[in-house]
Nanobody
Framework: QVQVVESGGGLVQAGGSLRLSCEAS????????MGWYRQAPGKQRELVAS???????NYADSAKGRFTISRDNRENTVYLQMDNVKPADAAVYYC?????????????????????WGQGTLVTVSA
């Protein structure tokens, strides 16, 4: 069972910076993509940024030039550096990870795909 846990949310002033962290844990797993999503009240969850195992990154237009996603593959951790934060960035930020997990089923090695979400971390922005 793979789990991800976010940390680093909190209150930030508009124009300030915040760094979110997300660590994946479990047994015998390999991560493909890790990403950050956010959901503001009354809105749908949306992608903020993602980082694939091949090094490719993807950003929402609203995040480009202000947010930076990075990964520490040894620690199975992904970070989101948020700079020049705006009131519109206030939301619950969720970490997502997908990949593969290995197990033994009746003596036979099996590889399953996984896709997991964290519980979310709240980012509040003061004007």
């Amino acid at each position: 069972q793979v789990q991800v846990v976010e940390s680093g949310g909190g209150l930030v002033q508009a124009g300030g910076s915040l760094r979110l962290s997300c660590e994946a844990s479990g047994d015998d797993f390999t991560i493909n993509t890790m990403g950050w999503y956010r959901q503001a009240p009354g809105k749908q969850r949306e992608l903020v940024a993602s980082s694939a195992s091949d090094g490719n990154t993807n950003y929402a237009d609203s995040a480009k030039g202000r947010f930076t996603i990075s990964r520490d593959n040894r620690e199975n951790t992904v970070y989101l550096q948020m700079d020049n934060v705006k009131p519109a960035d206030a939301a619950v930020y969720y970490c997502n990870a997908d990949g593969w997990v290995s197990r033994i089923d009746y003596g036979i090695p099996v590889v399953d795909e996984f896709n997991v979400w964290g519980q979310g971390t709240l980012v509040t922005v003061s004007a």
